[in-house]
Structures are given as C-alpha cells and as structure tokens.
C-alpha cells in the first residue's frame, strides 16, 4: 500500500527540476544580448479522490518570459542596434520565416545583408537590409537606414527598418532564441519605439535574483524527496501492521 503523498511529493519534486532548468537557463544566458528572462509558474491544485482530502499536487501554469527591458549599453560599433521602447526588430531565418527579436549585435555578410548572430536577416519594410560593397550603415532613431562609405559626409537611403509592437502573451520563445508571434504584430510607432545605433541591450536577467531563486527552488526539490521518504516509511509501517494484525 503505498500512501498517495508519494505521488504528491513527486509531482512537486518534478516540477522543483523544471523551474531549476528554467532559471539555470537564465543564469546562463545573464551574458547573452537582448536575452528575456524566462518564467516558470506553477499553481496548486486539491487531489480528488477518496481519502485525499488534504493532499494538494501542483500543474504547470502558463510559463513566458519577462517583459522589462534590459539595460542599453553603449558599444561604438555602428552594427550594434539597441530599441528604446517596447518594439522588436523583425528578422527573417535561413529558412525563411519570420521571428522578432531585441538582440541587436549584427554582423554584415559577404553580400552586405546585416544579420542576427544567428544568421537571420534584418529585415526592412521592403525585405533584407542590404548594404552596397565598401559601405557602413547610419541608422536614424526613426529606423532610417543610409549607407554611407568613407569620407561621404552624407549617406543614401536604403531601407527602413520593419518594427514591431507585439503583446509578450502573443510571443514564443523558439530554439534559435528568436521569438515567434501566434498572430501579426502591428507595425511600431516611431515616436514611441526609438533607434540607438552604437548600442546593445543587455540580458534582462538579475544574477543575484536568479541565484535566490536557484537556491529556494534546489530547497523545495529536497524538502519534496524527503516527503516521499516519508511516505514510503508510512506505507512500510502501515504494511507491517496489517501483517501482523493478520
């Protein structure tokens, strides 16, 4: 006979290990640019069933990421783009779908197409931003974009960047770290979503809560084995007596 805590505790163990995974991800990516803290949220419930009044098991709630921006750092290298406001940079994979994404440390290619660290294209009202042979990029707050070559004074028009506002509840975190929307985010305003050309948004992630978080979380999965100790010492004892009561 084995005590329905077991089964309880258990569930609880098993969730303590996916919100350890969840921050030992964050803590990993506490480097990472434009990274959200991901959140991992649980809610009790009450087993039914007889005899099980006062046990309560716990469920995974809808998990997501945090909303709050990280801090803008300055860098100097016009290849680095930072958004001053809640909007998101559209790019596009390799495979040619869409993703958005706040990571703004972008690399030119050998055809002149500014991408992500991971390959996908920035992306402009009209397609890839692509700049001619021999040129740098000079990125407007409003998301102009003018390539400009050395010792121009002036540059040329080329592009103007595709930015988007998007509710966080809409948006899935992909492998790649990219995000995906579950419908068509709206374009941005460019008064209210700003352009900072020689910057990077940082990790939104806090080191020091993510390390509090790490410990009560590695406290809740101990204290949750030791219930299931507990429970398979109750089941041997209560065994042992229906034995001897025989």
Known sequence: ?????????????RNAVDQLAVTTNNLANAGTPGFREQLAAFRAVAVRGDGA???????DS????????????????PLDLALEGDGW??????????????????VLDATGVLRTAGGAALQGESGDVQLPPGSLPVVGGDGVVYARREGETTGTRIAQLRIVRADPGALDRGFDGLYESRRQPALADPAAVRVRQGAAEASNVSVSDAMV?????????????QLVKNGDQNARSANQLISASR
């Open 1 to 13: 006979m084995i005590d329905r805590m077991v089964f309880t505790a258990m569930a609880g163990a």
């Open 53 to 59: 009044p006062t046990r309560v098991s716990s469920v």
């Open 62 to 77: 809808t998990p997501g990421f945090s909303s709050v921006g990280g801090r803008v750092e300055q860098t100097g290298n």
């Open 89 to 106: 940079f559209s790019v596009k994979r390799p495979d040619g779908s869409a993703a958005y994404t706040r990571a703004g440390r972008l």
């Open 213 to 225: 978080q790490l410990i009560a979380q590695s406290r809740l999965f101990e204290l949750s084995m």
